[in-house]
C-alpha cells in the first residue's frame, strides 16, 4: 500500500509594491496633487491649515502640471507599467518552487490603485504574512517613509496580528546596481568607444533641511547608489573613460532644494566643453512625467541648445528582466530590515532613530 506524506502547506505572503501613482488622464491631475500636498510627509506645513492650503497649491500647479502630461501623451503611464512589474513579479516569484506562494499587489500614494485597497485585497485573499517593498530605491521621509507610515497604520487597523516584514531601501543591492548598469550600458553602445563619456546622474529632489536638519537618508542613499553603478560601470566597460556628476531634478515651491540642480548642471558642463552625455533616472524606476517630459524633451531641448554632440538618456528599468529578476531575489534573500543598522524614517518599528 503506497503512502503518501501529508505536504507542508505552503505560506502565502502578500507583497505590496509602493510607488507615488500618477495622473492617468488630465482629470486626475488635480485630485492627484490634492492628494499629494495634503501628504504632511511631503508638504510640511502647519497641520490645520494644511486642507486648505493642499486644495490652494494644487489648484494652482495644476495647469503646469497638466502640460506636462499633455505633453507625453494625455497621462502618466506608471500605473501600467507598475501593474506589469508586479504581474511579472509574481509569476517570477512563484516560478521556483518553494513553500511559499507569492501574491503581489501595487499599492500607490496618491493614485489609484489605493494603498488600503491593495492591502485589503491581500488580506481577504488569505495571505499569512506580509512584505512592504517600496519602488523607491533609496529611502526618504517623502517616498518610503510616507508609504510605510499610510500602510503600516492600514495594516494595524485591517489585519492586526498578521506579520508584517519591511524592506526600507536597496541602493546598493548588487543585483539592482548591474541592471541599472545595464541601462547605462544601452545608451553607452551608441557612442564611439573613443569618445569620453560624462554619465550625469539625475535624482528627484527634495527639500534640504530635510537631509540637514532632519537626517532625511535620502542624500547618502542617492550617493551610495551612484558610487556603487559607477564602480559596476568601470568594471563591465573597463576600455570606456567615463566621467560621473550628480544632480537632483524636479523642484517644487520656493524651499532650497539638495542641489545642484540638474538644469544648471547640464549648463555647467556645457560651459566646460563636454560633448557627450548620458543621463540617468535614478529615482526612479519606471517611466513617468519626470523622465519623459523633464528628462527627455526639457533637458533633450536644453542640451540641444546648449550644443552637446549627444544626449542619451539611459531607458527606465520599468519591465527590464534583470530588473524584476533583481527584486525577486530581493523579496527571497531579505530577512530583517536593513534599517535597524542605521538612521531610518520608514516608520517601521526597527529603525534606531525615528522622529514624529
Ligand atoms: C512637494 C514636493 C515634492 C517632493 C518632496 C517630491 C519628492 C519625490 N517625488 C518622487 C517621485 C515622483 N514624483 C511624482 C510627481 C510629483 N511630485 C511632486 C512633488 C514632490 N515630489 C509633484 C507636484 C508631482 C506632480 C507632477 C508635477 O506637477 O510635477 C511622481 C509621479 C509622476 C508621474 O508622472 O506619474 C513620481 C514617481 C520621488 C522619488 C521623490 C523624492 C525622493
Ligand atoms: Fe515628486
Ligand atoms: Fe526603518
Redesign the pocket.
Known amino acids: 500500500m503506497s503512502q503518501t506524506r501529508p505536504e507542508t502547506p505552503k505560506t502565502t505572503r502578500g507583497v505590496l509594491l509602493f510607488?507615488?501613482?500618477?495622473?492617468e488622464t488630465l482629470e486626475d491631475v488635480y485630485p492627484?496633487?490634492l492628494n499629494?500636498?495634503s501628504d504632511p510627509d511631503?508638504?510640511r506645513v502647519p497641520r490645520l491649515i494644511q486642507p486648505l492650503l493642499a486644495r490652494i497649491i494644487a489648484r494652482r500647479?495644476a495647469p503646469?502640471?497638466r502640460e506636462?502630461?499633455r505633453q507625453i501623451g494625455g497621462g502618466?503611464p506608471?500605473r501600467k507599467i507598475t501593474d506589469d512589474q508586479a504581474r511579472l513579479l509574481e509569476e517570477a516569484l512563484n516560478r521556483e518552487e518553494t513553500d511559499v506562494h507569492w501574491k503581489v499587489r501595487v499599492g500607490m500614494r496618491y493614485a489609484p490603485p489605493r494603498t488600503a485597497d491593495a492591502l485589503r485585497e491581500l488580506v481577504d485573499s488569505g495571505v499569512n504574512d506580509l512584505v512592504f517593498l517600496p519602488l523607491?530605491p533609496?529611502r526618504?521621509r517623502?517616498?518610503t517613509g510616507s508609504s510605510f507610515r499610510e500602510a503600516l497604520a492600514e495594516a494595524k487597523r485591517i489585519a492586526p496580528g498578521l506579520p508584517v516584514r519591511t524592506i526600507p531601501a536597496w541602493p546598493v543591492y548588487p543585483p539592482y546596481i548591474k541592471s541599472l548598469a545595464e541601462t547605462v550600458g544601452d545608451a553607452l553602445s551608441r557612442i564611439p568607444e573613443e569618445e569620453t563619456v560624462h554619465i550625469l546622474f539625475s535624482a528627484?529632489g527634495?527639500?534640504e533641511f530635510l537631509v540637514t536638519r532632519e537626517k532625511d537618508p535620502?542624500e547618502a542613499d542617492t550617493n551610495a547608489t551612484v558610487s556603487a553603478a559607477m564602480e559596476a560601470l568601470q568594471k563591465f566597460h573597463p576600455q570606456r573613460k567615463l566621467l560621473h556628476h550628480l544632480s537632483y531634478q524636479?523642484r517644487?515651491?520656493p524651499l532650497k532644494w539638495l542641489g545642484p540642480e540638474t538644469r544648471l548642471e547640464l549648463s555647467r558642463l556645457a560651459g566646460e566643453g563636454v560633448r557627450h552625455l548620458v543621463m540617468v533616472p535614478i529615482?526612479?524606476v519606471s517611466d513617468?512625467?519626470?523622465t519623459l517630459y523633464e528628462m527627455d524633451i526639457l533637458y533633450g531641448q536644453m542640451t540641444r541648445d546648449l550644443g552637446y554632440k549627444t544626449f542619451l538618456r539611459a531607458p527606465s528599468l520599468n519591465t527590464r528582466p534583470s530588473f524584476i529578476h533583481a527584486l525577486a531575489s530581493l523579496l527571497r534573500e531579505s530577512s530583517d530590515p536593513p534599517c535597524a543598522s542605521a538612521p531610518c524614517f520608514c516608520a517601521c518599528g526597527a529603525c534606531p532613530k525615528q522622529s514624529g
Open positions: 510607488n507615488l501613482g500618477g495622473p492627484f496633487l499629494l500636498f511631503i508638504f500647479r503646469k502640471s506636462y502630461y502618466s506608471l523607491y533609496q526618504s517623502t517616498t528627484h527634495i527639500p535620502y524636479s517644487v515651491g529615482s526612479f513617468h512625467q519626470e
